[in-house]
Each structure stands twice: as structure tokens, then as C-alpha cells.
């Protein structure tokens, strides 16, 4: 093996560097765990590469350029008009048609990855006028963008066992690029100055042939043999060392690409075998069903298992750097929740029960979680989002329900998460939009069915004290909900005063919360600087308030539902070709801008498909027609059945590529679209909303009879009234005793406090008759006085 370092490339370290679009045409990667690599595609070309894991991308791009050494010189991704189907309806490969504009040839290519390597392959055909495409000369361009990042790449050319190949190396990651014809010419260079494209593009030939370019921004191109064949597979293979990497290269070009894809395709029919048939209920006889799941299944790792991210794409990843290196290859437990979920709603539960145990072995020593992070368990973003404690919770109680055998025991995760959820809510950091805090309508109505199933948990294992506690809690989060976050000033809807409204904001390290929806301003995020982003938050909407809903918590006939529910629709509601489609919230900023650019720090927010599914559910629960959504959400799809995260909401503009209900520039496929989807046909299929709670149902939407008037005094919550027939319950952190006067002061009462299993102790004081409670703490551990007297008048 050598590797040749003579010739150095000019023009270090290149251009800054940049990732490539988010709108994906194609995702896939062997159903085999063997095969530690995954692909994307966009425009006709193989875009990011993750390996070893499917958070980490390591290449920006790999396409080919094609010209005739003298009057025209083409790259794939710009300038041939681009077809990308589906090989098959159960397996995740892809053929690809890249057509020279005036059709004197095509290039045709068949993406698949190694059934059992780390290596992409990508079968190639050149077709066309004999005589016209004789003349042609073909290079392979790749960028590498190594351990996340486009910068400190190094490239070399390597000689071994007579074959000649393309590498590059960073930080121990090797990549080799190699064909089954031969390299004829090859070169590394610095993108922007010394490499392949700029030399073609000047004189319509390959003049440079560097040996090396080191840390930079390169790409390394390489001149196929077609003089052999105009037909072969080229291969780019991945490994922790040189030798690795090229001897995993060569293998896997060794097997013939039709044996390779046929077993390839073999392993996708494998993930049918317990697939629930809901074709019937779909508008597409079950297209976008099947590719949901296989999309879903891709989106696990490998080395981590029950890992799924969110997305293999960088939102708007054209204008990103090295600096966003997180984009949405990442664990959210909300998205990770919900995609296995819906694998459970398609008949799949392996994955799930794999997902519940890692996010069991993710939780943190306090039993929250992190915002999001990578697959091996480090957080990437540090805020808190208290829907995103109680989704794990709400996924081990769906396997239970569905009597899933689990021989890890669970509960410990449970306990700790409910604990956590009632130590430091009901105010979260942030909503499930991640950017506000305060109260929020999804938030609590996530908390609230996770707290009710920690508390069937509880009981289950005998211990009714905790779970009467739990439920308590619930209830006190349940009653409170319409005081915390409906308006009653709406002006939005003419004739609509009461409605629910996004997020009734307040500072979680406020000891006296604003908990008055009709009072306090919103900073929206993803403005452009100097504009103005705040609001009256009375003003501002969202459909989150429709989880109430989803869960059982309130009814889909409920007056303030519906009110809420033609509130959204004046307000959020966009009419696409293929169906309705709703913002997120009105003045979202985290869209693609105004003239169809992309997203740069700010923007304007755009249609979410999600949100048709799930409106969906809704209608499905208040009886109304399902089917409009289900056959939006199909034409939301690519013709490759990809959802996007966002579609775009205006007139067409075609000169920026953006389309009335077609995708822009944000993430696609996104996971969580998928998930809804295939959880909406499984949802009409029964005759009842997936993710309906029966316990939780039968607590809050009967006669209530179970139910506890109770109002919380806590640290972080330090109210100063309660309403006559509550129960005031103090909690704190440590074990007290309450030093208190219901007469102002003229007697006074000592209580122990009771302890919990969830790091919460609490005194109970029954509301009557009296004017106000008066109190202080006296801590038994450090045999200490509170330095602060406290006291909750009574209304």
C-alpha cells in the first residue's frame, strides 16, 4: 500500500464550507446491523453519509461530472434534470435517471447500501447516442465532510495491490472511493481553488492531479475507465483505519451489484413479517404506509439500538457551516416516542421495546432528560422540556397495553420521571416548539397522561401510596388547566373570547408564576434583527391544545375545544392543492424567508403536515371525515414517499424552486410526519384515536368521582390564595415539619411531613372557614428554621 503525497494541492484550506439541501429525494441503509453506513439523496445525487452511527454525516456529497474534453461540462446535482423512484415498495433502494437536458445521454444509477458492509454502492449505466456518449468523459466528485464538518479534511491518492483509489482521513475516520473500472486520473484539491470541479469548468478537462490536499475543505475526483465499461458500480466504504476501509471497499465491490441488491432487498422483506394490513384505509393502497415504515426502521442506530433520530437532514443545510453540527440527526425522546409508537400502531414492536430500554439507560440521575443528543447518550442542547420526561413514560405504558413481554424492569425509569415532572413542573422551560416557557396546553396534557400512567404502574406493583400521590398531582395539573392557558379576552375570531392559546408565559425560576393567559407578552424567536418578535401571548395560537384531546382529557365536543379548534383554522390554516395544512403558531419566524430563501437565524414559519395528521385525529374523535387528511398528508409525500417537515404556504415562486403545498427547504422526510401518518390509518382502521388513554378517560371524563380538589404550594411555585373546599398541599424537596396558623398566628400547628418515593414530601391542610394559612419550615435534616414566613390567603 502507498500513499502518494508528491504533488500537494494549492489554494488551502478552500472555500468555507457548507452542507448540501434538506428536502431529501431518498434515505436508506441495509436492514442487516452489520452494515454500519446510511445514504441520502437530493437532486439526483448521494448527499450525506453517515457512518458509524446515523448521527454522525461524514461526506457532503458524491456525484458525477460529465463532459466531452472541448465544449460542455455538466454537473449531476445542477445542470442534468434528475427522476429518483423507489426500487421496490418494501426496501429502501432507489433508481436514479440524470438526463443531459438536450437528451444525447443519460446517466442511470441504482443506490443501495451493502447488505453487510459499511459501504455505499452505486450501480451506474451511461446511455445514450453510441456515438455522442463514446466521446464522453465521466469524473466522481466527493466531498468529504468528516466527523461532522467540512473543515480539516485530508485527501490522498493510494496505491494498492495494483489498484489505484481516492481516501480521505480525519480524526481516525477513513473514507475510500474506488469503482469496478479503473481510475485513469485522480486528484485531491481544495474545494473553491484546486479541486475537480473548478479545474472541468475552466477548459472542460482534467488538468491537475494532486497527490494530497490536507486540512481543508476538499473534494476528491477521480476519472472513470469508460473505455472498459460504461457500465459498473462505484463504491465508497468507510472504516476506523486505511487498511479497514479499503479492504471493506474492494469486498464489497467484489459481489456482484445484482447479487448485492437482491439480498439487499431480501433483508427489507424481512421487517414485513408482522405488519398490520391498513392499505385498506389508505388513499394510495398503502404506498406511503409501507415507505413510513421502512423510513422509520432506517432511522434507528445501529451501534446504539433503539436510538432513532429525528431526521437525516440539516435543516436548510446549503447555508449551514461546521457550526450546526447537530441539525436533526439527533435523539428527541418526543420524536423518538412517537416514531416507535407508530411502529407499534403498524403491527412492529421490537423496535419499541428496544427504544424504551435506552431511553431507560439515557435518563439522567434527576430523571429528566436532555432537550436532545447524540446516539451514544450525550446532550446536544441543555434545555428542558417536560413533555419530552413523560413521553417515555406514555411508551412503556402502550407496550404494556399491548402485552409486550419485558423481562428489564422499567419501573425505576417511571418512578424518576414522575418524580422529576412533579418536582419541577407544571412550568416547562420550553414547549414542544422548544423555544418558549411557561404553561403550556401540549405540555400539560403529555404530563398529566404520563402522571395517570406512573400512577397504573404504582398501584400495579403495590404501592398505592404512590400512586394515589401521582394521580393527585394530576388532577391538580387537570383542574388548572383552563385557568393557566385559555383566554378569555380572545380577539382573533370575531364573537370567540375563550379559546386556548399557545403558551401563557412565565419564567420558570419565578417563584410567583404569571399563570394568567389574558396577561403577559411572547418573545417569538427567528426574527431578523431590529424587528420586533413580541406579543400579547392571548394572541397567540396553536393546535397543541388538541392533545387534551388525543389523550382523554377533554372531549372533542368540549366548548372551549371547538372554539379553540375555528380559532386555529381562521388563524393557522393554509388550503393546499392536495388538503388542508396548519402553521405552527401564528408569527412563527422558522420557515423558509419571505422571498423563498433559505432559513439563516430567521424566516417565516410555513405549513407543517404533521399537524394535518394531527387534525386528523381530531376529526376522527369528533366524527368527522378522516379522509381529507389522510389523503392530504399522501400528496404532502414526494413521488419517493418522503414527508417534509414543512410545505410551502404561498403563491408558486418558481424562479426559487417553492410550490403551493410542496416542500421547502427544512427537513425531509421528518420521522415525527411519518409517524402521525401511519398512526392516523391505524386511528381510522379501529374506529378510535392510537393513542387514546382509557385510564386516563375514564378519570377525567365521566363523574369525576376519584378526582382531588387540590392546590400546590412549592418552592417553585409559591401561590397566594386558594379557593374554600380545596386541600392546600405544601411539598418541598426535604423532609419538614410545617410550623402553621390557620388564625394569624394566634395558634399555631405542627405537622410532619409525609415522604414520597419520588424525592417530594408534603403536608396536607384541609380549606374551610378560615381568613389564611400562615406557615414556615423547620428542616429535619439539618435541624434548621426557614428564614421566611409564608402565607396563602383563602377565596
Given at each position: 500500500?502507498?500513499?502518494?503525497?508528491?504533488?500537494?494541492?494549492?489554494?488551502?484550506?478552500?472555500?468555507?464550507?457548507?452542507?448540501?439541501?434538506?428536502?431529501?429525494?431518498g434515505?436508506?441503509?441495509?436492514?442487516?446491523?452489520?452494515?454500519?453506513?446510511?445514504?441520502?439523496?437530493?437532486?439526483?445525487?448521494?448527499?450525506?453519509?453517515?457512518?458509524p452511527?446515523?448521527?454522525?454525516?461524514?461526506?457532503?456529497?458524491?456525484?458525477?461530472?460529465?463532459?466531452?474534453?472541448?465544449?460542455?461540462?455538466?454537473?449531476?446535482?445542477?445542470?442534468?434534470?434528475?427522476?429518483?423512484?423507489?426500487?421496490?415498495?418494501?426496501?429502501?433502494?432507489?433508481?436514479?435517471?440524470?438526463?443531459?437536458?438536450?437528451?444525447?445521454?443519460?446517466?442511470?444509477?441504482?443506490?443501495?447500501?451493502?447488505?453487510?458492509?459499511?459501504?455505499?454502492?452505486?450501480?451506474?449505466?451511461?446511455?445514450?447516442?453510441?456515438?455522442?456518449?463514446?466521446?464522453l468523459?465521466?469524473?466522481?466528485?466527493?466531498?468529504?465532510?468528516?466527523?461532522?464538518?467540512?473543515?480539516?479534511?485530508?485527501?490522498?491518492?493510494?496505491?494498492?495491490?495494483?489498484?489505484?483509489?481516492?481516501?480521505?482521513?480525519?480524526a481516525?475516520t477513513?473514507?475510500?472511493?474506488?469503482?469496478?473500472?479503473?481510475?485513469?486520473?485522480?486528484?485531491?484539491?481544495y474545494?473553491?481553488?484546486?479541486?475537480?470541479?473548478?479545474?472541468?469548468?475552466?477548459?472542460f478537462?482534467?488538468?491537475?492531479?494532486?497527490?494530497?490536499?490536507?486540512?481543508?475543505?476538499?473534494?476528491?475526483?477521480?476519472?472513470?475507465?469508460?473505455?472498459?465499461?460504461?457500465?459498473?458500480?462505484?463504491?465508497?466504504?468507510?472504516?476506523?483505519?486505511l487498511?479497514?476501509?479499503?479492504?471493506?471497499?474492494?469486498?464489497?465491490?467484489?459481489?456482484?451489484?445484482?447479487?448485492?441488491?437482491?439480498?439487499?432487498?431480501?433483508?427489507?422483506?424481512?421487517?414485513?413479517?408482522?405488519?398490520?394490513?391498513?392499505?385498506?384505509?389508505?388513499?394510495?393502497?398503502?404506498?406511503?404506509?409501507?415507505?413510513?415504515?421502512?423510513?422509520?426502521?432506517?432511522?434507528?442506530?445501529?451501534?446504539?439500538?433503539?436510538?432513532?433520530?429525528?431526521?437525516?437532514?440539516?435543516?436548510?443545510?446549503?447555508?449551514?457551516?461546521?457550526?450546526?453540527?447537530?441539525?436533526?440527526?439527533?435523539?428527541?425522546?418526543?420524536?423518538?416516542?412517537?416514531?416507535?409508537?407508530?411502529?407499534?400502531?403498524?403491527?412492529?414492536?421490537?423496535t419499541?421495546?428496544?427504544?424504551?430500554?435506552?431511553?431507560?439507560?439515557?435518563?439522567?440521575?434527576?430523571?429528566?432528560?436532555?432537550?436532545?443528543?447524540?446516539v451514544?447518550?450525550?446532550?446536544?442542547?441543555?434545555?428542558?422540556?417536560?413533555?419530552?420526561?413523560?413521553?417515555?413514560?406514555?411508551?412503556?405504558?402502550?407496550?404494556?397495553?399491548?402485552?409486550?413481554?419485558?423481562?428489564?424492569?422499567?419501573?425505576p425509569m417511571?418512578?424518576?420521571?414522575?418524580?422529576?415532572?412533579?418536582?419541577?413542573?407544571?412550568?416547562?422551560?420550553?414547549?414542544?416548539?422548544?423555544?418558549?416557557?411557561?404553561y403550556?396546553?401540549?405540555?400539560?396534557?403529555?404530563n398529566?397522561?404520563?402522571?395517570?400512567?406512573?400512577?397504573?404502574?404504582?398501584?400495579?406493583?403495590?404501592?398505592?401510596?404512590?400512586?394515589?400521590?401521582?394521580?393527585?398531582?394530576?388532577?391538580?395539573?387537570?383542574?388548572?388547566?383552563?385557568?393557566?392557558?385559555?383566554?378569555?379576552?380572545?380577539?382573533?375570531?370575531?364573537?370567540?373570547?375563550?379559546?386556548?392559546?399557545?403558551?401563557?408565559?412565565?419564567?420558570?425560576?419565578?417563584?410567583?408564576?404569571?399563570?394568567?393567559?389574558?396577561?403577559?407578552?411572547?418573545?417569538?424567536?427567528?426574527?431578523?434583527?431590529?424587528e420586533?418578535?413580541?406579543?400579547?401571548?392571548?394572541?397567540?395560537?396553536?393546535?397543541?391544545?388538541?392533545?387534551?384531546?388525543?389523550?382523554?382529557?377533554?372531549?372533542?365536543?368540549?366548548?372551549?375545544?371547538?372554539?379553540?379548534?375555528?380559532?386555529?383554522?381562521?388563524?393557522?390554516?393554509?388550503?393546499t392543492?392536495?388538503?388542508?395544512?396548519?402553521?405552527?403558531?401564528?408569527?412563527?419566524?422558522?420557515?423558509?424567508?419571505?422571498?423563498?430563501?433559505?432559513?439563516?437565524?430567521?424566516?417565516?414559519?410555513?405549513?407543517?403536515?404533521?399537524?394535518?395528521?394531527?387534525?386528523?385525529?381530531?376529526?376522527?374523535?369528533?366524527?368527522?371525515?378522516?379522509?381529507?387528511?389522510?389523503?392530504?398528508?399522501?400528496?404532502?409525500?414526494?413521488?419517493?414517499?418522503?414527508?417534509?417537515?414543512?410545505?410551502?404556504?404561498?403563491?408558486?415562486?418558481?424562479?426559487?424552486?417553492?410550490?403551493?403545498?410542496?416542500?421547502?427547504?427544512?427537513?425531509?422526510?421528518?420521522?415525527?410526519?411519518?409517524?402521525?401518518?401511519?398512526?392516523?390509518?391505524?386511528?381510522?382502521?379501529?374506529?378510535?384515536?392510537?393513542?387514546?388513554?382509557?385510564?386516563?378517560?375514564?378519570?377525567?371524563?365521566?363523574?369525576?368521582?376519584?378526582?382531588?380538589?387540590?392546590?400546590?404550594?412549592?418552592?417553585?411555585?409559591?401561590?397566594?390564595?386558594?379557593?374554600?373546599?380545596?386541600?392546600?398541599?405544601?411539598?418541598?424537596?426535604?423532609?419538614?415539619?410545617?410550623?402553621?396558623?390557620?388564625?394569624?398566628?394566634?395558634?399555631?400547628?405542627?405537622?410532619?411531613?409525609?415522604?414520597?418515593?419520588?424525592?417530594?414530601?408534603?403536608v396536607?391542610?384541609?380549606?374551610?372557614?378560615?381568613?389564611?394559612?400562615?406557615?414556615?419550615?423547620?428542616?429535619i435534616?439539618?435541624?434548621?428554621?426557614?428564614?421566611?414566613?409564608y402565607?396563602?390567603?383563602?377565596?
Amino acid at each position: 500500500m502507498k500513499i502518494h503525497t508528491q504533488a500537494q494541492a494549492f489554494g488551502s484550506p478552500g472555500i468555507d464550507p457548507r452542507w448540501t439541501h434538506a428536502n431529501k429525494d431518498g434515505v436508506g441503509t441495509a436492514y442487516s446491523t452489520s452494515s454500519h453506513v446510511w445514504f441520502t439523496i437530493w437532486n439526483g445525487v448521494v448527499t450525506e453519509i453517515y457512518h458509524p452511527t446515523v448521527d454522525r454525516p461524514q461526506i457532503r456529497d458524491l456525484q458525477y461530472l460529465i463532459s466531452d474534453g472541448k465544449s460542455f461540462f455538466h454537473e449531476e446535482k445542477r445542470h442534468l434534470r434528475s427522476q429518483v423512484e423507489l426500487l421496490w415498495t418494501h426496501g429502501l433502494g432507489y433508481r436514479i435517471t440524470n438526463s443531459d437536458p438536450q437528451g444525447r445521454y443519460a446517466v442511470i444509477k441504482e443506490v443501495i447500501a451493502d447488505p453487510h458492509l459499511s459501504c455505499i454502492l452505486q450501480h451506474t449505466k451511461l446511455t445514450g447516442e453510441r456515438e455522442f456518449i463514446s466521446q464522453l468523459h465521466l469524473y466522481a466528485l466527493c466531498a468529504p465532510h468528516l466527523e461532522v464538518g467540512g473543515r480539516d479534511n485530508n485527501g490522498y491518492t493510494v496505491e494498492v495491490a495494483g489498484h489505484h483509489v481516492l481516501v480521505a482521513e480525519k480524526a481516525g475516520t477513513w473514507l475510500v472511493l474506488g469503482a469496478t473500472v479503473p481510475f485513469t486520473r485522480l486528484s485531491c484539491g481544495y474545494v473553491g481553488q484546486s479541486d475537480g470541479w473548478t479545474d472541468l469548468a475552466d477548459d472542460f478537462q482534467m488538468d491537475w492531479e494532486f497527490d494530497s490536499a490536507v486540512d481543508g475543505n476538499l473534494a476528491l475526483t477521480g476519472k472513470l475507465n469508460l473505455a472498459q465499461s460504461q457500465e459498473f458500480t462505484l463504491g465508497l466504504a468507510f472504516g476506523t483505519s486505511l487498511h479497514n476501509a479499503i479492504s471493506t471497499l474492494f469486498q464489497s465491490l467484489n459481489l456482484p451489484f445484482e447479487q448485492q441488491k437482491q439480498q439487499y432487498n431480501e433483508q427489507w422483506k424481512q421487517s414485513r413479517n408482522h405488519i398490520k394490513s391498513l392499505e385498506n384505509v389508505s388513499c394510495d393502497h398503502g404506498k406511503l404506509y409501507h415507505n413510513s415504515i421502512s423510513l422509520l426502521l432506517a432511522h434507528e442506530d445501529k451501534t446504539y439500538p433503539g436510538a432513532l433520530i429525528a431526521s437525516m437532514a440539516i435543516p436548510w443545510g446549503e447555508a449551514k457551516d461546521d457550526q450546526d453540527q447537530g441539525g436533526y440527526h439527533l435523539v428527541w425522546t418526543r420524536d423518538l416516542v412517537s416514531s416507535v409508537a407508530s411502529l407499534v400502531a403498524a403491527g412492529e414492536t421490537d423496535t419499541a421495546v428496544r427504544s424504551l430500554i435506552y431511553l431507560a439507560t439515557s435518563q439522567q440521575e434527576d430523571g429528566g432528560f436532555a432537550q436532545n443528543f447524540w446516539v451514544d447518550g450525550e446532550p446536544y442542547w441543555k434545555g428542558i422540556q417536560l413533555d419530552e420526561v413523560a413521553f417515555p413514560i406514555l411508551l412503556a405504558w402502550l407496550l404494556h397495553q399491548e402485552n409486550v413481554p419485558l423481562n428489564f424492569d422499567i419501573y425505576p425509569m417511571i418512578l424518576r420521571a414522575a418524580g422529576y415532572l412533579i418536582r419541577h413542573g407544571p412550568v416547562t422551560q420550553q414547549e414542544r416548539w422548544e423555544e418558549n416557557s411557561g404553561y403550556s396546553p401540549s405540555t400539560l396534557a403529555c404530563n398529566i397522561a404520563g402522571l395517570i400512567c406512573a400512577a397504573q404502574f404504582a398501584r400495579e406493583h403495590g404501592d398505592e401510596a404512590t400512586a394515589t400521590f401521582i394521580e393527585e398531582y394530576a388532577d391538580f395539573l387537570e383542574s388548572h388547566i383552563e385557568d393557566w392557558t385559555v383566554t378569555t379576552e380572545g380577539t382573533l375570531v370575531s364573537g370567540i373570547k375563550q379559546h386556548y392559546i399557545r403558551i401563557t408565559p412565565t419564567d420558570i425560576n419565578n417563584p410567583q408564576p404569571n399563570e394568567n393567559p389574558n396577561q403577559g407578552t411572547i418573545f417569538i424567536s427567528n426574527y431578523p434583527p431590529g424587528e420586533s418578535a413580541e406579543f400579547p401571548a392571548k394572541e397567540i395560537v396553536d393546535g397543541g391544545f388538541l392533545q387534551l384531546v388525543r389523550y382523554g382529557i377533554r372531549k372533542p365536543d368540549d366548548p372551549i375545544i371547538v372554539n379553540s379548534v375555528k380559532v386555529i383554522d381562521a388563524v393557522l390554516k393554509v388550503d393546499t392543492p392536495v388538503g388542508p395544512c396548519w402553521h405552527r403558531y401564528n408569527h412563527d419566524g422558522y420557515g423558509q424567508q419571505k422571498d423563498g430563501q433559505p432559513f439563516v437565524g430567521w424566516g417565516k414559519g410555513r405549513a407543517w403536515p404533521l399537524l394535518t395528521g394531527e387534525r386528523g385525529h381530531y376529526e376522527l374523535a369528533i366524527g368527522g371525515n378522516v379522509k381529507t387528511y389522510i389523503k392530504a398528508m399522501e400528496g404532502f409525500a414526494s413521488d419517493t414517499c418522503l414527508l417534509p417537515e414543512q410545505v410551502w404556504d404561498e403563491a408558486d415562486q418558481p424562479d426559487v424552486h417553492m410550490y403551493l403545498g410542496k416542500p421547502t427547504g427544512s427537513a425531509m422526510p421528518l420521522m415525527w410526519a411519518h409517524a402521525e401518518y401511519i398512526k392516523l390509518l391505524r386511528s381510522t382502521h379501529d374506529g378510535q384515536v392510537f393513542d387514546f388513554i382509557p385510564e386516563v378517560a375514564n378519570r377525567y371524563l365521566g363523574e369525576r368521582k376519584q378526582c382531588q380538589s387540590l392546590e400546590i404550594w412549592k418552592f417553585n411555585r409559591q401561590i397566594n390564595k386558594v379557593k374554600k373546599g380545596y386541600t392546600l398541599r405544601i411539598q418541598a424537596l426535604v423532609s419538614f415539619q410545617l410550623h402553621w396558623s390557620d388564625d394569624n398566628w394566634q395558634t399555631v400547628k405542627d405537622t410532619p411531613s409525609t415522604s414520597t418515593n419520588l424525592g417530594v414530601n408534603f403536608v396536607d391542610i384541609p380549606v374551610a372557614t378560615q381568613q389564611s394559612i400562615s406557615f414556615t419550615f423547620f428542616w429535619i435534616d439539618s435541624g434548621k428554621w426557614e428564614q421566611s414566613n409564608y402565607q396563602v390567603a383563602i377565596e
